[in-house]
């Protein structure tokens, strides 16, 4: 009983043998992770259109749910760029941004998510995100990491503008441009400056100066608190809010409120759709880096579990004051080498925030947004990654041009767009490749038992069998290709008496291919030509067993195709080595 509920409720498992080193690793790994939150949530949320608070709300109660219902040790949930910039595209479809109706829809959005994700969970459908290609999620990201970036370049600039699409974003910039603020701009490209080297130039100079590397390893994740210090202090010490300057403003000095999202049908409808996308997305760039960061330590992820983990997460957002939250790749690969042996490093790291929120927020009145801004900038462009089009160019042209177009629809036509057509798009390009299977002639290898493509290899052929191989499962979308293509080359060729399929790869055969298979059966037997299956799998043939098929067989069901060939051309059989003849003895 014990163990099926610790399959339910993890933290039940690696609770027991929780010991005094996890505790030291985890606390380490928590304090790392909360300086890199505090100014990443104010960021986020400043991204989905929503008070500065929001962003730190939704990183606490949510990584507590995470930390007792995941399976991941090292995933680190909250507010992440892409679900951030969807949030912001979905709630601004309902409410102004700024208002309690937007607020209230931003809750209501992580409810539904929550809700989804968990039913997913519990019905065992994490498969469904391997319906999403990894090509078109990466396109996606690609654009949206555009897209966040020049969304934020209005704070840089200190004007502003706004809108869904990157001409509609350019548009804006380009005619607010003339009330540009020299000093916000200033600040935002020093701060985008300051943070991109902090990225890549300060660990290796702290090392060159001697500091161990885990000392480096803080001070550098702890670039963007610099930049929030320094640029804040200026902005207080020189009165720059007089000249101009857009700061936070006041953020409330309390842990998460209690809140409830809005259960009205309207806007449950307005939010549903908006609510799977994110949720399906926010499942997606979860488990790649849960799966990614478990296998450098052999350990096991969930898919469904996290389903329910993540689901958990989302509805301790929506009663609390947040919205829609997700596993991050950024604050997870931090977590992860930051040594976090549990999910209790989650915990503590809601702990931090914490006191941040109730013990720091009035620090933060005079932060500059175009510092948030350049934490999100220099945050999000390491996610763009324009690679993936020459990649899959090389590689499948089919899987360029969905790339491609994910890119350019979310771009063009906005976020909920982009990753309707990716969902579309990936099921799209699973159907187009599986509709017409790689269907092979085959003959058999000299001196072996072994069948090789006629094209491919040397091999030997009988003018009167037509033996083929089928290299994809057989379903409605490809049915009638198998179909089309026997009937082809029978037509091609008028010695063929016997037609045989070689099953090796079909693992399933659907009614509608059965019916196909039958057609094919039929018009064959009118021809007097013998149809034949070999190597049919076991679960297949428990199927076919189910049907009239075999008994209406106009031919045989081998179990090797190399049977198959010495019946029909009346080889004899080969005479076993004499050592065989041994062993078999």
Request: hydrophobic share 50%; glycine share 8%.
């Amino acid at each position: 009983m014990s163990f099926r509920l610790a399959k339910y409720v993890p933290v039940l498992d690696w609770g027991r043998r929780y010991d005094r080193d996890a505790l030291s690793n985890d606390l380490i790994a928590a304090v790392i992770v909360t300086i890199m939150l505090i100014p990443q949530s104010l960021a986020y949320a400043l991204l989905a259109g929503l008070p500065p608070e929001a962003g730190i709300y939704a990183s606490i109660v949510p990584i507590v749910l995470y930390a007792i219902f995941g399976t991941s040790r090292a995933l680190a949930v909250g507010p992440v760029a892409v679900v951030s910039l969807m949030t912001a595209a979905a709630v601004g479809q309902v409410a102004e941004a700024g208002t309690m109706g937007y607020a209230l829809a931003a809750l209501t959005l992580a409810f539904l998510s929550g809700a989804i994700l968990l039913a997913m969970g519990v019905f065992r459908l994490g498969f469904l995100a391997n319906f999403l290609s990894h090509p078109v999620i990466a396109g996606f990201i690609t654009a949206s990491g555009i897209l966040i970036a020049a969304s934020q370049l209005k704070h840089v600039l200190g004007i502003g503008g706004g809108g869904d699409t990157l001409i509609e974003v350019l548009e804006s910039l380009v005619s607010h441009l003339g009330q540009t603020n020299p000093i916000t701009l200033a600040i935002g490209i020093s701060a985008t400056a300051f943070l991109f080297w902090v990225r890549k130039g300060l660990k290796p100079r702290l090392r060159a100066l001697g500091l161990g590397p885990r000392m480096a390893d803080v001070l550098t994740k702890a670039g963007p608190v610099a930049a929030v210090l320094v640029t804040t202090l200026l902005t207080w010490g020189l009165g720059l809010t007089d000249r101009g300057v857009s700061v936070v403003g006041e953020v409330p000095q309390s842990l998460p409120p209690l809140t409830l999202p809005s259960f009205s049908p309207e806007l449950l409808k307005q939010l549903l759709v908006p609510a799977i996308l994110i949720s399906v997305i926010g499942f997606v760039e979860s488990i790649s880096v849960a799966q990614t960061l478990a296998a450098k330590k052999r350990q096991r992820i969930d898919p469904d579990q996290e389903l329910i983990g993540l689901g958990a997460a989302n509805l301790g957002a929506a009663f609390t004051g947040g919205y829609p939250v997700t596993g991050g790749f950024a604050r997870s690969v931090v977590n992860f080498d930051a040594g976090a042996e549990t999910p209790a490093a989650g915990a503590f790291t809601a702990v931090g925030l914490a006191i941040a929120a109730v013990a720091l927020t009035p620090l933060v009145y005079f932060l500059p947004k175009a510092t948030l801004a350049a934490t999100i900038i220099v945050a999000v462009l390491s996610l763009v990654d324009f690679s993936i089009l020459g990649k899959t160019w090389k590689y499948s042209r089919a899987d360029f041009f969905a790339v491609a177009a994910t890119i350019l629809l979310t771009l063009g036509f906005g976020v909920e767009t982009g990753v309707s057509a990716g969902v579309i798009l990936s099921i799209g390009l699973h159907l187009y490749k599986t509709s017409r299977p790689h269907v092979a002639e085959v003959g058999l290898v000299p001196g072996t038992q072994h069948f090789r493509n006629i094209n491919r290899h040397k091999v030997e052929t009988d003018p009167k069998i037509l033996s083929l191989r089928v290299d994809e499962s057989l379903y409605f979308v490809n049915a009638r290709f198998l179909e089309d293509l026997v009937q082809d080359r029978i037509a091609q060729d008028c010695p063929i008496r016997h037609v045989v399929l070689m099953c090796t790869a079909v693992n399933a055969i659907d009614y509608s291919a059965l019916e196909s298979l039958e057609a094919i059966n039929t018009r064959l037997k009118d021809l007097g030509i013998g149809f034949h299956l070999s190597e049919v799998k076991g679960p297949v043939m428990d199927r076919l067993h189910k049907t009239h098929f075999l008994d209406d067989l106009n031919g045989r069901v081998f179990q090797s195709q190399y049977d198959a060939w010495r019946s029909l051309t009346g080889a004899p059989r080969p005479v076993p080595a004499p050592s065989t003849v041994a062993a078999n003895a």
